[in-house]
């Protein structure tokens, strides 16, 4: 099958870029591996989205998708197992078959960082989560810590004040970097413990969760931490090792790509977290979305 555009990813950059391409009169289909809205189903309430005073991420992600397949656009969930980007037309297979599009959009998002610590990867799944919003149910009236300092983290602690017993908020420095109003709303909640200048040592338990050993830096002094769960919130990083060779990356592993959203690939663009940038934020991601769309669909066609 043949397409002016492919997308990679169904995040809120991939799923703008979809709105703007079909609008500009270009066939496009996009491809998610897994469930779409990105990193965006991870966040409990959205309150920075303009013009949306409040949402929670699942409501916006869905939002989202149904805005596009109003418009007809295809949205598949199938893995790019393998590309073609420097052909014209590119090529990218998946396990169900080929795909040639003119342009290419890889707007795949991020990956979730991990502790790296003894017993982060047994117990996964059995104490250990990266989604306060997908698993925090399962810790309802329990003892949980979550590690992080950033939005994520802030915004997870509060998600989970309202259903664990306590929440212990361990952070390795001792100011946070998410934004001041978060971190205040957390500060007044009476069952959120803050470690500050701590760090996860070993999770512990054998079959699932049942503590933590944490390391004040500062002191160098060690202690168990009983809890049932723990929610890693450290960050994210790229996951474009399938593009080695065939678009540029920085240092870190992001798409090198500018504010015009294109790669180092004629006809290949990225757009939203996957690529170079500073502030990665829904806005963002969206805006990226847009400016890659309406660049592809210069190329790939006639913009209406
Ligand atoms: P982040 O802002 O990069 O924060 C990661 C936090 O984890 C930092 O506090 C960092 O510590 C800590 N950290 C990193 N590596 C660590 C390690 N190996 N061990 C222990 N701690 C570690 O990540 P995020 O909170 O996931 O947010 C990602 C992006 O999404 C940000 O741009 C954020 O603003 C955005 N976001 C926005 C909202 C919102 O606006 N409502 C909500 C969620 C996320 P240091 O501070 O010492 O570096």
Do not use: W
């Amino acid at each position: 099958m043949s397409y002016d555009i492919l997308i990679l990813g169904g995040g809120p950059a991939g799923l703008t870029a979809a709105l703007y391409a079909k609008r500009a009169g270009v066939s496009v289909l996009v491809l998610e591996k897994t469930i779409y809205g990105g990193q965006v189903i991870n966040t409990p309430t959205v309150e920075n989205y303009p013009g949306i005073h409040t949402i929670t991420g699942v409501d916006l992600a869905m939002a989202l998708h149904e805005q596009v397949a109003k418009l007809g656009v295809e949205v598949r969930m199938e893995e790019p197992l393998s590309l073609q980007l420097d052909t014209d037309p590119k090529v990218v297979t998946t396990a169900r078959g080929s795909y040639e599009a003119k342009t290419v959009i890889i707007a795949n998002g991020v990956k979730r960082r991990q502790l790296g610590c003894p017993g982060e990867e047994r117990l996964a799944g059995r104490g250990v989560s990266y989604c306060a919003t997908c698993d925090g149910a399962f810790f309802q009236g329990m003892e949980t810590a979550i590690v992080g300092g950033g939005n994520t983290a802030l915004e997870d602690a509060l998600f989970l004040a309202n259903q664990c017993s306590t929440v212990h908020l361990i952070h390795r420095r001792d100011a946070f970097r998410g934004s001041a109003i978060l971190a205040e709303a957390v500060a007044k909640r009476e069952n959120i413990v803050l470690h500050y200048d701590t760090v996860v040592e070993e999770v512990l338990g054998e079959d699932k969760v049942t503590g933590l050993r944490l390391k004040q830096v500062k002191t160098g002094e060690t202690k168990e931490l009983p809890v049932a769960g723990v929610f890693v919130a450290i960050g994210l990083m790229p996951d474009n090792a399938f593009l080695a060779g065939q678009v540029e990356l920085d240092k870190a592993g992001y798409i090198q790509a500018g504010e015009d959203c294109r790669t180092s690939q004629p006809g290949v663009y990225a757009a939203g977290d996957t690529r170079t940038k500073t502030v990665r934020q829904i806005v963002t991601a969206a805006a990226d979305g847009a400016v890659a769309a309406l660049g592809a669909a210069g190329v790939a066609g006639t913009v209406k």
